[in-house]
T-cell receptor, first 118, second 115 residues
Framework: AQKVTQAQTEISVVEKEDVTLDCVYETRDTTYYLFWYKQPPSGELVFLIRRNSFDEQNEISGRYSWNFQKSTSSFNFTITASQVVDSAVYFCALSEAPIRSNDYKLSFGAGTTVTVRA | DTEVTQTPKHLVMGMTNKKSLKCEQHMGHRAMYWYKQKAKKPPELMFVYSYEKLSINESVPSRFSPECPNSSLLNLHLHALQPEDSALYLC??????????????FGPGTRLTVL
């Protein structure tokens, strides 16, 4: 069974502060995929990043960066110089290799609500 | 076209009504998904269709009936729902495996209220 833990329920910061969201996962598979999704108040889940288990390179995309460490089963997400528009619920998710060719089951963490105050 | 669309955006129905949720994508994705999301909770997988065949049913009550008429369309037929079924219903799709990416792309959701 796979499991994703986001220990932080809510984080509140002032604009321009950095914020790091923690994600710890459990899986028995050697091949798996990790994701971060953003869900603003409008409700749509927005895909942010995917990482394969065999690719431990960290990644930076604008103000977003991700730190993947297999040794600690963690896939943390940092927003640098936060902005009000970053206010949303952020979900970390895990998907193991599909049972059949095409169906991926995503297991979501409980989510972290980020509030950025002006 | 790089989006998943869902209709209606909002739906209010009585417990004896029959209604349907619709999801559409034109990205050539061959897997489509229904999720249910209660307030302040993560999405929970309900059904997965792979190449228009039902692949995964996460023990969903029979009052929810999915249908995949073609590779672009996914419906969720609702009948005799309960108030606790009120939630945001999200549709997603993902590209065929064998490609480089397998992330799921989500629609904006249908906010369902059962009275």
């Amino acid at each position: 069974a796979q499991k994703v833990t986001q220990a932080q329920t809510e984080i509140s910061v002032v604009e321009k502060e950095d914020v790091t969201l923690d994600c710890v996962y459990e899986t028995r598979d050697t091949t798996y995929y990790l994701f971060w999704y953003k869900q603003p108040p409008s409700g749509e889940l927005v895909f942010l990043i995917r990482r394969n288990s065999f690719d431990e390179q960290n990644e930076i995309s604008g103000r977003y960066s991700w730190n993947f460490q297999k040794s600690t089963s963690s896939f943390n997400f940092t927003i640098t110089a936060s902005q009000v528009v970053d206010s949303a619920v952020y979900f970390c998710a895990l998907s193991e290799a599909p049972i059949r060719s095409n169906d991926y089951k995503l297991s979501f963490g409980a989510g972290t609500t980020v509030t950025v105050r002006a | 076209d790089t989006e998943v669309t869902q209709t209606p955006k909002h739906l209010v129905m009585g417990m004896t009504n029959k209604k349907s949720l619709k999801c559409e994508q034109h990205m050539g994705h061959r897997a489509m998904y229904w999720y249910k999301q209660k307030a302040k909770k993560p999405p929970e997988l309900m059904f997965v269709y792979s190449y228009e065949k039902l692949s995964i049913n996460e023990s969903v009550p029979s009052r929810f009936s999915p249908e995949c008429p073609n590779s672009s369309l996914l419906n969720l037929h609702l009948h005799a729902l309960q108030p606790e079924d009120s939630a945001l219903y999200l549709c997603a799709s993902s590209p065929p495996s064998g490609g480089t990416y397998n992330e799921q792309f989500f629609g904006p959701g249908t906010r369902l209220t059962v009275l």
